[in-house]
């Protein structure tokens, strides 16, 4: 058999690269073996990656010397940041730079980049409409991944920006809530507009099909959502698939902003910059792009029967 190639999967406990590192062993005949890269590889998580056949190797992207040696002989790699373990635009884009030299000291043949727009293409950060955060952002967690890719093409590294949305399992974390006279409610600021949004598990799976096609990818950006729906839809299946009505309350932006969550200003800004340019993350996120790296995607509603009772009701 021939010598397999290694895909080195940042971000490999977590929500995007644990999809790949899954979607790659999931086919022992293919082409490709998944590197699990992980600050920890005797955590249950990483363990649990082991057990499926992958390779769990020490790296951090904070450490450059370790990514260098986890890169090493492998060739390709998924890149991800985790912006919410830290909050920190500055440690992002720091994090991406060394992903990018790493990648190209270790001569990758493809780098799968998981980026986001800058929001400040659209809204120039003296536009009033949305607050400026930190002096020099509008949504720092997207922002600061837009304004890096040039990391990767100035290394010159063989790269797909890889543009993800909005995760269904969010829901795990907003949840449900019950007003006074007994009725669930969903409270985001989208107004009528449409937000594109996917199963975790399957940006994995794209980047997947992404690496199994490499010549077509490589220089490209591509966006991927399982769904584009309102959040008057999602509510709508939320009553279908809980048994129970669950009504869109909608607010406003400053008003989301304004609640005792972290990063709420962020998060505020985040679903200002989805409704108010709605019609790009349509069509930079066509469902058919997405369905076609990955024939397995799942649709909003097939996804909440599955996991309907991880949905907190508070």
């Given at each position: 058999?021939?010598?397999?190639?290694?895909?080195?999967?940042?971000?490999?406990?977590?929500?995007?690269?644990?999809?790949?590192?899954?979607?790659?062993?999931?086919?022992?005949?293919?082409?490709?073996?998944?590197?699990?890269?992980?600050?920890?590889?005797?955590?249950?998580?990483?363990?649990?990656?082991?057990?499926?056949?992958?390779?769990?190797?020490?790296?951090?992207?904070?450490?450059?010397?370790?990514?260098?040696a986890?890169?090493?002989?492998?060739?390709?790699?998924?890149?991800v940041?985790?912006?919410?373990?830290?909050?920190?635009?500055?440690?992002e884009?720091a994090?991406?730079?060394?992903?990018?030299?790493?990648?190209?000291?270790?001569?990758?043949?493809?780098?799968?980049?998981?980026?986001?727009?800058?929001?400040?293409?659209?809204?120039?950060?003296?536009?009033?409409?949305?607050?400026?955060?930190?002096?020099?952002?509008?949504?720092?967690?997207?922002?600061?991944?837009g304004?890096?890719?040039?990391?990767?093409?100035?290394?010159?590294?063989?790269?797909?920006?890889?543009?993800?949305?909005?995760?269904?399992?969010?829901?795990?974390?907003?949840?449900?809530?019950?007003?006074?006279?007994?009725?669930?409610?969903?409270?985001?600021?989208?107004g009528?507009?449409?937000?594109?949004?996917?199963?975790?598990?399957?940006?994995?799976?794209?980047?997947?099909?992404?690496?199994?096609?490499?010549?077509?990818?490589?220089?490209?950006?591509?966006?991927?959502?399982?769904?584009?729906?309102?959040?008057?839809?999602?509510?709508?299946?939320?009553?279908?698939?809980?048994?129970?009505?669950?009504?869109?309350?909608?607010?406003?932006?400053?008003?989301?902003?304004?609640?005792?969550?972290?990063?709420a200003?962020?998060?505020?800004?985040?679903?200002?910059?989805?409704r108010?340019?709605?019609?790009?993350?349509?069509?930079?996120?066509?469902?058919?792009?997405?369905?076609?790296?990955?024939?397995?995607?799942?649709?909003?509603?097939?996804?909440?029967?599955?996991?309907?009772?991880?949905i907190?009701?508070?």
């Amino acid at each position: 058999m021939a010598t397999k190639k290694i895909i080195a999967v940042l971000g490999a406990t977590g929500a995007q690269g644990g999809g790949l590192v899954r979607a790659i062993q999931a086919e022992p005949t293919g082409e490709f073996q998944a590197r699990a890269i992980t600050r920890n590889p005797a955590s249950e998580s990483a363990r649990a990656l082991a057990a499926l056949g992958a390779e769990v190797v020490k790296g951090d992207a904070d450490d450059e010397a370790s990514l260098r040696a986890a890169f090493e002989g492998a060739w390709g790699a998924f890149c991800v940041t985790f912006y919410w373990e830290h909050m920190s635009a500055e440690t992002e884009t720091a994090q991406i730079a060394t992903m990018a030299r790493s990648a190209r000291t270790a001569s990758l043949r493809h780098v799968v980049w998981s980026t986001l727009e800058d929001s400040r293409k659209w809204i120039p950060l003296d536009d009033a409409r949305m607050p400026t955060l930190g002096g020099k952002y509008k949504v720092p967690h997207f922002d600061a991944k837009g304004e890096s890719d040039h990391y990767f093409t100035d290394a010159q590294v063989p790269v797909t920006f890889l543009l993800a949305s909005f995760y269904f399992e969010n829901f795990f974390r907003s949840g449900l809530r019950r007003g006074p006279d007994g009725v669930l409610s969903l409270t985001f600021p989208l107004g009528k507009e449409t937000m594109a949004s996917i199963a975790s598990e399957d940006i994995g799976r794209c980047a997947y099909g992404i690496f199994r096609d490499s010549a077509n990818w490589i220089g490209k950006t591509v966006g991927i959502a399982g769904e584009q729906l309102t959040m008057a839809e999602m509510a709508a299946i939320f009553t279908e698939v809980m048994g129970e009505e669950v009504r869109y309350n909608d607010v406003p932006p400053e008003v989301f902003r304004s609640f005792p969550i972290p990063g709420a200003d962020d998060l505020g800004n985040m679903f200002q910059f989805y409704r108010d340019f709605a019609a790009h993350f349509r069509e930079s996120r066509p469902l058919g792009v997405a369905r076609s790296l990955n024939p397995r995607m799942q649709g909003f509603r097939e996804w909440l029967r599955a996991h309907k009772d991880k949905i907190p009701i508070v």
